[in-house]
T-cell receptor
Framework: SQQGEEDPQALSIQEGENATMNCSYK?????LQWYRQNSGRGLVHLIL?????REKHSGRLRVTLDTSKKSSSLLITASRAADTASYFC?????????FGKGTMLLVSP | DVKVTQSSRYLVKRTGEKVFLECVQD?????MFWYRQDPGLGLRLIYF???????EKGDIPEGYSVSREKKERFSLILESASTNQTSMYLC??????????????FGPGTRLTVT
């Protein structure tokens, strides 16, 4: 399986601002997932978008997928201090997942 | 809620010891996984299992073995622990890929220190 590459590596914003993280990958995918990891709740699945979808929402999260550019973005709106975490983009073919190094998001009060 | 539990949050072992890390899931998932997570290297897959008694090597299986005797339990074994196996170990489970499901559920992790 291949690895998604997140950009930026680190992001620092104020509470209430929006946070955008990007992911690029190299070959065709079946789906793309975003995970979050923080010290409190460990590694948690956030959202999955399939290759035939272009946009998906879940609460304050919005994920887009552009298969022609082989890229995805995760938007967190109205961020909170509790959103402070590492965010991983995980691209999936038809078997195992490969995690990238993630984007570290710091949301300051 | 899906629950994946790991036997220990913290573990300290000596070089050369045989180490067992246990993982249990309560959602009847077919697939189970062991990863290690290291700063700067991200998560790397060690082994996975898609059925009882079945196992497949991941990206970094050297120095590790696994056992899956029951569907809900997946064990990671370090045959002879070495200092370079000091790491955070994460267990995960998921439904069968045949069901079109790819979401993985993770345990809290075991931080293993080998001295």
């Amino acid at each position: 399986s291949q690895q998604g590459e997140e950009d930026p590596q680190a992001l620092s914003i104020q509470e209430g601002e929006n946070a955008t993280m990007n992911c690029s990958y190299k070959t065709s995918i079946n789906n793309l997932q975003w995970y979050r990891q923080n010290s409190g709740r460990g590694l948690v699945h956030l959202i999955l978008i399939r290759s035939n979808e272009r946009e998906k929402h879940s609460g304050r999260l919005r994920v887009t997928l552009d298969t022609s550019k082989k890229s995805s973005s995760l938007l967190i709106t109205a961020s909170r201090a509790a959103d402070t975490a590492s965010y991983f983009c995980v691209v999936s073919g038809y078997s195992t997942l490969t995690f990238g190094k993630g984007t570290m998001l710091l949301v300051s009060p | 809620d899906v629950k994946v539990t790991q036997s220990s949050r913290y573990l300290v072992k000596r070089t050369g010891e045989k180490v067992f890390l246990e993982c249990v899931q309560d959602m009847d998932h077919e697939n189970m996984f062991w990863y290690r997570q290291d700063p700067g290297l991200g998560l790397r897959l060690i082994y996975f299992s898609y059925d009882v008694k079945m196992k497949e090597k991941g990206d970094i299986p050297e120095g590790y073995s696994v056992s899956r005797e029951k569907k809900e339990r997946f064990s990671l074994i370090l045959e002879s622990a070495s200092t370079n196996q000091t790491s955070m170990y994460l267990c995960a489970s998921s439904l069968s890929w045949d069901r079109g499901s790819y979401e993985q559920y993770f345990g809290p992790g075991t931080r293993l220190t080998v001295t």
